[in-house]
């Protein structure tokens, strides 16, 4: 309203007040009211049918998921079991040493031994 | 002071895309009046302008999805109603139905102050008839709607300076037809009751 009113005083061509009679709201004052509610009535169906939809679609969205990551999950168990139990040899000590890398001359002092000995005296016994 | 700021219409549009009642809710309430406006300046007619803006309203909602920019629905959904409205006026073509102002069909002779409302209607419509689509849309908008000529121009996709033509032709126009028929109310005694 404002606006049209500064319009007016402006200069500008002022607003055809008049039209408002054409509003049906003027005679009948619940007129507004029963238009939204007869669209919002025939509105139902609609959007029960958009919030099925959003329902169904996150649904399908966490199916699907886990329909991705269950076997993912599976196939990765199986492989780290048969990484574990496969090699029995894998847990030798000989086989520890070469992994380790440790110089033959050391070697010789660890042969028949589990583990090397860091103490004092096999050192000293090395020498 | 507001509690909750008004969602703008594109908020709304897409919560109601996911059928949010009270999103739609709010749409209808925001544009049920310029449908109503955009449906008359294409029908002519009051009856077939509710029911175009009604049916218009759901059209949009079932193809509401098809709104790409959900911020500009205004200037969709009046598309949608200029379409509509025109349909329907294809459709009726033939429709002889007289114009009856609203709440008073079959109630007998009407109280003065209705009847000249009636009338003043019947001559708006009238006045109406006589402009272009577009000048009666633009009229109806800015000046029974409350639309400034910004909101106008970006929604119905023309310059503004081209609204502001329209506007001022309009209403040129409409004043022209109705001046003989102003102030149904007056006060004023009727002619050679006074002298004495």
Redesign the interface.
Known sequence: MADRHMEGTLGIDAPVTELEAIDPGAEDGLFWARFHRGVMERATAELARRRDLVGVTIADALSGWARMVVPMAAAAAAVAAVALFQSPEASSPERLVDVLDVPSTLDEDLEGELMPSLSATAIAESF | MMTDSPRNDGDLVRR??????DA??QL??RY??SA?AVA?SVTGK?EDA?DA??ES??VA??RLDECREPDRFAGWLLTIVRNRSRNLLRRESLRTTSEI????AGSGPLPDQ?LS??R??DD??AA?AELSEVQREI??L???E?W?HREIAERLDMPSGTVRSH??F???A??KR?APK?APNSNAPRRGAADG
């Open positions: 109601a895309q996911r059928g949010d009642e739609f809710g209808v309430s049920m009046r109503y008359l009051h509710e803006a009604q309203l759901l909602l079932e102002p609203v709440g008073t209705a409302r009636a003043l209607r708006l419509e109406l009229v109806l800015h000046d029974y409350g400034k506007l001022h309009a209403r040129k409409l004043r109705l102003r």
